[in-house]
């Protein structure tokens, strides 16, 4: 994720998901510490969208 946000500005949206939702969410707030105003997790992760 550290290479990325290098590649990213902060006015991107950025949209997450993982397998159950918690590691995104995780991940959200390590973005909107550095700084991502815009970004979205898919509550309840992959399992719940398919």
Not at 18 to 36: D, H
Not at 39 to 44: E, L
């Amino acid at each position: 994720m550290e290479e990325s946000t290098k590649r990213s500005t902060c006015r991107q949206k950025v949209i997450l998901q993982c397998q159950a939702g918690g590691c995104s969410a995780i991940a959200i707030s390590l973005l909107k510490a550095k700084g991502f105003e815009n970004v979205v997790n898919m509550t309840g992760g992959y399992s719940q969208w398919v």
